[in-house]
């Protein structure tokens, strides 16, 4: 059969079922084309290795992750952006497991294939851009101490309200919103009389 029956999609979706069911550092290129029936050539013939189709995933994952949380950003909608964490992991339990259990070296050990480079990079830039216009709108600045309270609030917080509930496989409840809710408006309050 040739390389054309199966597609890149049809890759990433074995290789994402793979990492849902057991974690990324179990999908190897032979679970990944037995996963499909799919013949080696087929593989090599869209991937250059395993890490190639492993770092597509990650960063499939994340950018899909943070078109909503960029597009609250851009709203001016911090709290919205905070909400994100939970709501998108509501929506999408199993891909949310695979961002926030396990981290980007879990998915490509050493270095990015330089073709993933550039994304992986500007996905963090983008990321970094929204907390430091958080920073800038909410605190008055975008000074070292504001940037964290930013981070803090808009990622680290809603991550550790949702990965206990991630590791058990289940959907985070209302709960973990209205929680996310009091401590954003508690720290924004705070930071906004500290303002630079």
Same mark, same amino acid.
């Given at each position: 059969?040739?390389?054309?029956?199966f597609?890149?999609?049809?890759f990433l979706a074995?290789?994402?079922s793979?990492?849902?069911?057991k974690? &990324?550092?179990t999908v190897?290129?032979?679970?990944?084309?037995?996963?499909l029936?799919?013949?080696?050539?087929s593989?090599?013939?869209?991937?250059?290795?395993?890490d190639?189709l492993?770092?597509?995933?990650?960063?499939?994952t994340?950018?899909?992750f943070?078109?909503?949380?960029v597009a609250a950003?851009?709203r001016?909608?911090?709290?919205?952006?905070?909400?994100?964490? &939970?709501?998108?992991?509501?929506?999408?339990?199993d891909d949310?497991?695979l961002?926030?259990?396990?981290s980007?070296?879990?998915?490509?050990?050493?270095t990015? &294939?330089p073709?993933l480079?550039?994304g992986?990079?500007?996905?963090?830039?983008?990321?970094q851009?929204?907390?430091?216009?958080f920073?800038?709108r909410?605190?008055?600045g975008?000074?070292q101490?504001?940037?964290?309270?930013a981070?803090?609030?808009l990622?680290?917080?809603p991550?550790?309200?949702?990965?206990?509930y991630?590791e058990?496989?289940?959907? &985070?409840?209302?709960?973990?919103?209205e929680?996310?809710?009091?401590?954003?408006h508690a720290?924004?309050t705070?930071?906004?009389h500290?303002?630079?």
């Amino acid at each position: 059969m040739g390389t054309s029956r199966f597609t890149n999609s049809d890759f990433l979706a074995a290789a994402r079922s793979e990492a849902w069911a057991k974690g &990324p550092d179990t999908v190897t290129v032979d679970s990944v084309i037995r996963h499909l029936r799919a013949p080696r050539g087929s593989f090599y013939h869209r991937y250059a290795s395993r890490d190639v189709l492993l770092g597509e995933l990650w960063l499939s994952t994340i950018l899909s992750f943070q078109e909503g949380f960029v597009a609250a950003i851009d709203r001016g909608d911090g709290l919205a952006a905070a909400l994100h964490t &939970p709501r998108w992991a509501r929506d999408h339990l199993d891909d949310a497991r695979l961002l926030l259990i396990y981290s980007r070296r879990d998915f490509v050990d050493g270095t990015w &294939p330089p073709a993933l480079q550039d994304g992986v990079r500007a996905q963090g830039e983008r990321i970094q851009a929204c907390v430091n216009r958080f920073a800038q709108r909410t605190f008055g600045g975008a000074s070292q101490a504001n940037r964290r309270r930013a981070m803090f609030v808009l990622c680290e917080l809603p991550i550790a309200a949702v990965k206990g509930y991630l590791e058990r496989r289940e959907r &985070p409840p209302a709960l973990v919103d209205e929680l996310i809710s009091l401590s954003y408006h508690a720290i924004v309050t705070a930071g906004s009389h500290e303002r630079e």
